[in-house]
């Protein structure tokens, strides 16, 4: 056989077909493994202690913000008549919200064949796993009691009582619940394969030992691969209904209610439009200066972030059309409480956060129509940062700007934060970065194992493919 | 892969498993046996300051509970008597009695005694008994017989549940109106019980009350 392999020549295919490969440099299959493996092995580099250090504090500054509000009582955060929901809800949807890319790479676009994911869905899927860890933060604390926790679950108890099943915020905790579990175990099964490729390079006994453990005794049989195969396709399948249903769920706690400026629609798609949207800021804002750090670029190459850009402009496009539609229907309802809340929205007091929103989310991401600045990563990198802010901003115009004029003018008040609310909130930033640096520097923070078999050598067929002498990892 | 774990690990799976599920099992076994009111409060009887008797008061004696605790039916809770409410029989009967010393002195001084209060509920529950006793509702159904206990302890676990048994299913529980302080009557029978309280539920337009703001507020 080998040799008749030998004799196949194979033709380019035409210049026009010719599709641009995924990773550069023609890099072989063991430079991939040692490019990617080797982030998180030798001497820890100076910029993580840099990175790691302030996050820690600043995830500690969080801890203490907590202890603070459970010892005093919620009373240390901003919310207040007629602003009733503040900065908890606002910070709560957006890391939600945020979490949506990693699903949305690692289900939807693998069904969809998309092999330009495989670069990024890991790394992806852990900011979703940690964005969703500081989302859940806060449901949990703005109880106050903590303790009773528990009763947003439906478990038997002393009271005879259940959760309100009609609620949207009960819905909530199972979607929330959910969306974390599958998109735990979609991540760690994913990363076995990889586990077992850190373990078998370990030279320490505790690297030995930890990365044997977590990678099960994978072996990279036949059967193991199949079962793998098989497994990875059902949690996509599992996972891509979660990717709608999660932030369409979150919509619904304030659809579901009858406010003027809540009660559309339309909040449904508009928020999963807007949570892909801000999960894909986020993640081009991590990877970009990633892949330079950690001399990535062949694996994370121009044209995933371009990929990417162009998922922000699409959902950014679907997110501005919903904007102008609110202010459409407000129009054609009719109702003077509706026209009125929309009116107040971009002309009222809080009319500079909606135009910080509308510049964010609406103007900015219309610059990645152009390739020139698609294909600059520091201006790529500091327009993500922008879509990051509108999106929080977003969260603040239909909470709060909705909320801080009643229908009685008697009603009416300003809301604003207190510093307990901004430093809890900018803690969250130390956790999410503790845990992602951590991760860069346990795991494998690129699918090793699925890079490989996008490149052309994976292929059998192709030259340098096929088991052969030399041409093996 | 062989010389990192021992082969014995190959069984930690299922060791773990089962642990689990068995550890599992024992803590929610013990919390739904052990923490609760029903194991928790029910039976505590704490060494009053004067060892009144309901068993002789109210049972061999046939006092009415409403003697004492005559402000049952007007008001939210049922009051402890004064102790000179105590002597309007006393200054006659074991008029000289020393277990009736503080009774006495009591009586005198206008102090009240310090009984130590055996059935409560939280804070935010409001309970009222004159809506309770006007419309059916036995002192029996919270307190036991207390006309059968020598020294009061709690009969029933006054948890959230013991209420809203009784509130979604009133009918089960109404009976007669001269029939509330008599702790020992009985239904003729279950069929008879229903028929009444439903009559009762009716007539007295007792509605099964289970709104949070029927006890909170």
Known sequence: MADVIANVEVKAPPAGLEREPLVLNQRSLGWISDAIAGVAEGKTPRWWWIAFIPSVIAMTVMTVMIVYLLSTGVGVWGPGHPVMWGWAIINFVWWIGIGHAGTLISAILFLLRQRWRTSINRAAEAMTIFAVMCAGIFPLIHIGRIWLGWWLFPLPNQNSIWPQFRSPLMWDVFAVSTYFTVSLLFWYMGLIPDLAVMRDRAKTKIRKFAYGLFSLGWTGSNRHWSNYEKAYLILAGLSTPLVLSVHSIVSMDFSVSQLPGWHTTIFPPYFVAGAVFSGFGMVLSLLIPLRTILKLEDIITVRHVELMCKVVLATGSIVGYAYAMEFFIAWYSGNPYERYAFINRAMGPYAWGYWVMIGCNVIVPQCFWFKSIRSNMLIVFILSIFVNIGMWFERFVIVVISLHRDFLPANWGYFKPTWVDITTYMGTFGLFFTLFLLFIRFMPIIAITEVKGVTPQADPHHPLGGAKPGGHH | ?217
Not at chain 2, 57 to 62: F, K, P, S, T, V
């Open chain 2, 1 to 217: 892969m062989s010389d990192i774990f021992p082969k014995w690990t190959n069984r930690l799976p299922l060791m773990i498993i089962t642990g689990a599920l068995l550890g599992g099992t024992g803590v929610t076994a013990g919390v739904w046996y052990y923490c609760t009111n029903k194991y928790a409060n029910v039976g505590y009887m704490p060494v009053q300051p004067v060892a009144f008797s309901h068993a002789i008061h109210a049972d061999q004696l046939g006092m009415d509970c409403r003697y004492c605790h005559n402000a049952v039916e007007k008001s939210w809770y049922s009051n402890i008597p004064t102790s000179s409410l105590c002597m309007n029989c006393h200054n006659q009967v074991l008029k000289d009695d020393p277990k009736l010393a503080l009774v006495r002195e009591t009586a005198q001084s206008g102090q009240p005694i310090h009984w130590v209060q055996i059935h409560k509920v939280p804070d935010y529950v409001f309970f009222n008994h004159s809506v309770h006793v006007n419309r059916g509702l036995s002192c029996v159904e919270c307190h036991g017989q207390i006309n059968k206990m020598d020294e009061v302890s709690q009969a029933k676990s006054l948890n959230m549940t013991f209420c809203l048994e009784c509130h979604r299913d009133p009918a089960a529980h109404l009976r007669p109106l001269d029939k509330i302080t008599d702790l020992d009557w009985q239904p003729k029978s279950a069929e008879s019980q229903r028929a009444d309280g439903a009559k009762f539920m009716h007539d007295w337009k007792v509605e099964s009350l289970q709104n949070c703001s029927t006890c909170h507020r």
